[in-house]
């Protein structure tokens, strides 16, 4: 009887499927520019000209020793476009038979790997959509609809942040701000929403649902890291850039949230995540707990109080993960602490950090399960070089109360 029920209810999950959604439409990849030299009235007005990036590199606890690395991203802005088209659960600008989209028109080497809905494939200068069959419309709307928008990191730096571009240039009252209904799945990312972007109506778009806006508003991308790579591509230096005005817009839009640095020692625990990543994690708790350091867990905190524990933080430390996107309300000389691998080549949390004008000092852990995709690696860390890693932290905390 069990099996017959699983068999019905797969069947109306594709029958409800089928309602919804009608056949994969497919689009062709062009830039931005070719929207904006189209005889119409699009427009892309600047807000900063080309975007200030300074990718750093951390030193390593008996590794290499750090730099920074300034770059310099496309202009900072936000276009203005008439009859076109967003997409839930993708940051997608349509019209006609064409998606506009300059990361995936600057991707000649074919590195990104969709693996998110409502994508269904993408071959080098085209892309599949899965699409539901009725469309709604928003007349005028500023879009910040995205991928994997129910991640906090993606949701606050790669969406919520470039709210920063348009804030009292444009009116929340005449304009509603568009973004993906899943983020109301999760009660933290909601408060986000909430607070970031108090004053604007906002309406919440589901995966798939197309969008008819006769004037839509986009702030640029202010991020440049792919959304995932494919298997045999490796991370460069510049898909670690990341604008400095990313980090003060979110410090602006949370202001009221921050506080003035304190002196408590922080370790952030992921012992009750489903990615476990530090195998000895529990060895590794007790020995930052024997060393004056606070164990916290961000599913203890809602969006303010993860604000205001970072912020008041004298040293924090986790392994990386989206917990670490707070490094963005951090004071200035928090000594900033990330478990990661040295070649890994990921700098977005050291970047971070750097811009606060924290202090970083990374551990490297021994790789025990490698894995094609990072964020699914599995760790061990050597308990007498972590305890060492400790007392240095320990240290450079202690050297900046001296001044």
Request: overall charge neutral; aromatic content about 12%.
């Amino acid at each position: 009887m069990k099996g017959i029920r699983y068999l019905f209810d797969g069947v109306i999950i594709r029958v409800r499927h089928s309602l919804l959604f009608r056949r994969n439409r497919k689009y062709h990849i062009k830039p931005f520019s070719y929207l904006l030299n189209q005889k119409s009235q699009n427009v892309f007005s600047q807000v900063e000209g080309q975007a200030e990036c300074i990718i750093h590199v951390p030193s390593f606890f008996n590794g290499k020793k750090g730099m920074s690395i300034k770059k310099e991203g496309p202009s900072v802005g936000y276009y203005k476009l008439y009859d076109v088209y967003g997409c839930g659960g993708t940051n997608f600008i349509i019209k006609d038979d064409k998606i506009y989209a300059d990361y995936l028109a600057d991707d000649e080497e074919d590195r990104i790997r969709f693996n998110f809905w409502p994508v269904k494939r993408r071959k080098k200068s085209s892309i599949e959509l899965r699409i539901r069959r009725k469309e709604i419309t928003v007349e005028k709307a500023i879009n910040l609809l995205g991928f994997a928008a129910d991640n906090y990191y993606h949701l606050t730096f790669e969406i919520i942040s470039r709210l920063g571009y348009i804030e009292g240039i444009l009116s929340g009252n005449e304009y509603t701000l568009l973004l993906d209904e899943k983020i109301k799945t999760n009660k933290n990312l909601y408060q986000l929403v909430q607070i970031a972007a108090k004053g604007y109506t906002i309406k919440f778009i589901p995966e798939g649902q197309i969008v008819y806006c006769s004037e839509l508003v986009l702030p640029s991308m202010n991020t440049w890291m792919p959304l995932n790579l494919k298997v045999g591509c490796t991370l460069r230096l510049e898909d670690n850039m990341i604008a400095k005005s990313a980090v003060e817009n979110l410090r602006n839009l949370m202001h009221d949230h921050i506080n003035e640095s304190g002196f408590e020692k922080i370790f952030i625990s992921r012992k009750d995540s489903l990615n476990r990543r530090i195998e000895n994690e529990d060895e590794v708790i007790a020995l930052f707990k024997e060393n004056g350091f606070k164990i916290v867990l961000m599913e203890d905190y809602d969006i303010k109080g993860q604000i205001g524990l970072f912020s008041s933080a004298k040293c924090i430390v986790g392994a990386s993960g989206a917990a670490l996107t707070n490094l963005a309300y951090c004071n200035k000389e928090t000594v900033v602490g990330c478990i990661i691998p040295e070649d890994n080549g990921f700098y977005i949390y050291s970047s971070i950090a750097n811009y606060v004008g924290g202090d970083t000092l990374f551990f490297s852990p021994e790789i025990v399960e490698k894995n094609e995709f990072m964020a699914e690696e599995k760790w061990r860390i050597n308990l007498d070089e972590c305890n060492g890693y400790i007392k240095e932290l320990i240290i450079r905390c202690t050297a900046d109360d001296d001044y």
